[in-house]
């Protein structure tokens, strides 16, 4: 908390982003708070990694998603989709995610990390975007859901949660999830 008087002889104070000319009766709410579970995660990694804990076994949670369920690849799930054209884009950002996924998937906190966000964006593809794809949603409503209503809220998540993000995670290995998810057969284009 930052004190200080200016020349009228107000009392300013000020914590964070919030700046009070008098006493500050307010009280804040945050649900979220640096005590969620992805803050939590995000700092059991840090020391993770500052003490070089690596391991070797991948956690069966991390594993659901990894294991690829057939060999029908991202590739062809958009040729079957007739979406051949979406596939620069999108082998990019799942490659984007799965660099990220390698350099600290030797880290358990890491694992937990792209566990948990793995099953969101697997089941906001089951409730928001296979149903979409079933009811023949434009191809440019779908992309944007997936913006809004994927990427934005897990990227919101942890921020909300304070964490200390070493991983770097943006929207792009949020989107490369989406996809790293295709082209290991938990998602499908075509319904």
Known sequence: MVKRTNQNNANIEGSGNKI???????QTNNFYGSNGKLSSLFEKLKASVDNSEEIEKISDDLKRYTARRD???LEQKLKNANKSYLYEDFAWLKQEFHKKLVYYQNYEPAQEIFAFILAIVLEKYIHLIKPMLREGIPEREILSTISRDVVKPILDLIESEGCDDIIGLSSTEIQGMFHYLTGNCHINWEV
């Not at 009070?20 to 307010?26: A, I, M």
Request: hydrophobic letters at 20%.
């Open 20 to 26: 009070v000319g008098g006493d500050d009766k307010s």
């Open 71 to 73: 060999t029908v690849g």
